[in-house]
């Protein structure tokens, strides 16, 4: 049996509605694109290929890959790929198991899968003969991106991380968002066996629920697009099939919103060579304290910036695209004039004013920090530095 019909009769699935919703959606981008499977071999199941897109494939400067988070896909960049395409060749991919992309069965546990997932990227790499290249990962595809250029730091030239998912320790005595909990008793027990089972355990009205339950991502294409439903019914043909990635995802996750092995754990193995940038969106519900962390510990090995997009939540890419893009383009072109070394970027001292204390004082494990925080330098540096490190229009 194919993995496109692992999916029985209940749900609404087609693949032939997704490649006809998906073209719909493509069809706003106004830069030539080429998109197409790569098949990366038995990586992880038989025969894997991997959803590809890329634009500007002629340009000479450093080339920029995208990834897209959880239950996402290639559709939810057209809001950027015009505008960061015009200086640099740009890819994107449907991460295995997500999209179009093939849906292999990962490991079961968490340490398997995320190896497996930085696998199929380097072969991926491989294939479509990429040396060195930019690579930008939005929430759970910062965390697998960071992995990657953990385990390939040749190959990263500079590393953006967008409202990255996963870096965060459960800080103690941590309660989830209202909003999280509710969904967690509505949903259950569906939920516990993996995060959209809803969506496809409601067979027939599962795009029905989609539509409702996830319109406000649809209405931030409301400016690109005619017809906004097609990114509803976009997320919906996504995730209604095999849940080969989605399953692989819930082996990471602790406490609905924190990862069993975070990131901040792990950066004395980020590469000194690794320049990084991580962007954040100021109303998102992801922490932004792991990047105060990161900068504090890594501020004298690598070049690292840390910057908030205002008026924007968790999807920054779509809720302020002229930001996100212009910021994104800029990295870019540092990194193509080598100007991301040690050094160049802002002091962790100037960031201390955009965090709230409390929240850094819950969430940071202050024997990371090589610096102890106070309350005191917050408060000295708020007012003088705060605009410092901003994203602002032009």
Not at 44 to 57: A, F, H, M, R
Not at 98 to 119: I, N
Not at 138 to 164: C, Q
Request: proline share 6%; aromatic share 12%; hydrophobic share 35%.
């Amino acid at each position: 049996m194919s993995e496109q019909c692992k999916r029985g009769w209940w749900t609404k699935y087609s693949e032939n509605k997704l490649v006809e919703i998906e073209s719909s959606i493509l069809s706003a981008i106004k830069t030539t694109y080429k998109t197409w499977f790569v098949p990366i071999g038995s990586v992880v199941g038989n025969d894997d290929k991997i959803w590809t897109i890329s634009l500007n494939e002629e340009s000479k400067n450093t080339p920029l890959v995208m990834l897209h988070g959880f239950a996402a896909g290639i559709g939810f960049w057209i809001k950027n790929f015009d505008e960061i395409a015009r200086d640099r060749p740009v890819y994107a991919i449907d991460l295995l198991g997500f999209g179009r992309s093939s849906r292999p069965v990962f490991g079961k546990d968490c340490e398997t899968a995320e190896k497996q997932w930085v696998d199929t990227l380097e072969e991926w790499r491989k294939q479509v003969n990429l040396d060195k290249f930019i690579l930008l990962g939005h929430s759970f595809g910062g965390y697998l991106a960071t992995s990657y250029a953990i385990s390939h730091p040749d190959r990263v030239r500079h590393l953006i991380l967008a409202d990255p998912w996963g870096f965060a320790e459960k800080p103690p005595n941590y309660k989830p968002p209202t909003r999280f909990r509710v969904l967690r008793v509505l949903l259950y027990p569906l939920y516990c066996f993996n995060p959209l089972s809803s969506v496809r355990g409601a067979g027939p009205w599962g795009p029905a629920l989609v539509k409702r339950m996830r319109n406000d991502i649809a209405m931030r294409y409301k400016d690109t697009l005619e017809d906004t439903s097609v990114i509803t019914d976009y997320i919906y043909q996504c995730n209604s099939q095999y849940p080969s990635g989605e399953t692989a995802f819930n082996s990471f996750v602790k406490d609905l919103t924190f990862s069993k092995n975070p990131m901040a754990d792990r950066y004395d193995t980020i590469h000194e060579s690794t320049p990084i940038t991580v962007v954040y969106g100021k109303e998102s519900w992801i922490d932004q304290s792991p990047a105060f962390v990161l900068q504090e510990q890594r501020e004298d090995i690598n070049y690292v910036k840390v910057a908030v997009i205002p008026d924007a939540g968790h999807h920054i890419y779509s809720d302020q695209p002229d930001l996100f893009n212009e910021f994104v383009r800029e990295t870019c072109k540092i990194t193509d004039n080598s100007q991301d070394k040690k050094g160049s970027a802002p002091s962790a001292k100037l960031l201390k004013a955009q965090f709230d204390y409390d929240r850094i004082k819950a969430f940071v494990n202050v024997h990371k920090v090589h610096k102890k925080l106070t309350e005191g330098d917050i408060e000295e540096d708020r007012d003088k530095n705060a605009e410092e490190c901003k994203v602002t229009p032009n």
